[in-house]
């Protein structure tokens, strides 16, 4: 069964950076892509990047082109989305979820999600 | 970018209810379309994946159709545990877009 767990909530000043973790378990690392999707409250799902660890590959949203990177530890089955330049219109819950990988294509289905990290920027 | 647009955007209904939620994409999707469960403080949940497979575990109460621009998703017999926000979701040239999302209650 996998599992992507995510690392707990932030507070950030505009700005700033923030660095979120998630860890997969379940064995399926080398075989997947990991999405960042945010929902800021009371909004919809917002699509902003992906990585395939076992290609190194990654792609980002075009909003978030430039300011966002997605990194990953094959090591550790980790996942990483960092931030920059951080604004009040970034407070929002961001998950990390699975796309299986057929072969080398992307499934286009987000099957495991993580629980969420609510980061908040404020002053 | 593919832009999703969902209808209704919410929508009142009894136990038993025949459910009936639209998507509609910018452009040709083909069956690259997705349907997601949400509830309150929770992960989406994937519910059916390019257009018309039930994902494992979930009820066949839920289905959904279409291709090319337009698609469907019904929930045949509503249920008390199916009151949440139901989102819409392509994939096409290697990026992801979420429909606006539609909220289902009673």
């Known amino acids: 069964q996998v599992q992507l767990v995510q690392s707990g909530a932030e507070v950030k000043k505009p700005g700033s950076s923030v660095k979120v973790s998630c860890k997969a378990s379940?064995?399926?690392?080398?075989?997947?892509?990991l999405s960042w999707v945010r929902q800021a409250p009371g909004q919809g799902l917002e699509w902003m990047g992906e990585i395939v660890p076992f290609l190194g590959t990654t792609r980002y949203a075009h909003r978030f082109q430039g300011r966002v990177t997605i990194t990953a530890d094959k090591s550790t089955s980790t996942a990483y989305m960092e931030l920059s330049s951080l604004r009040s219109e970034d407070t929002a819950v961001y998950f990390c979820?699975?796309?299986?990988?057929?072969?080398?294509?992307?499934?286009?289905?987000?099957?495991?999600w993580g629980q969420g990290t609510l980061v908040t920027v404020s002053s | 970018d593919i832009q999703m647009t969902q209808s209704p955007s919410s929508l009142s209904a009894s136990i038993g209810d025949r459910v009936t939620i639209t998507c509609q994409a910018s452009q040709d999707i083909r069956k690259y379309l997705n349907w997601y469960q949400q509830k309150p403080g929770k992960a989406p949940k994937l519910l059916i994946y390019?257009?018309?497979n039930l994902e494992r575990g979930v009820p066949s109460r839920f289905s959904g159709g279409g291709s090319g621009t337009d698609f469907s998703f019904t929930i045949s017999n509503l249920q008390p545990e199916d009151i949440a926000t139901y989102y819409c979701?392509?994939?096409?040239?290697?990026?992801?877009?979420f429909g606006p999302g539609t909220k289902v209650d009673f």
């Open positions: 979820a699975r796309a299986p990988q057929i072969g080398y294509d992307n499934s286009g289905y987000f099957d495991y």
């Open positions: 390019d257009a018309s």
């Open positions: 979701q392509q994939y096409d040239k290697l990026l992801f877009t």
């Open positions: 379940g064995g399926t690392f080398s075989s997947s892509a």
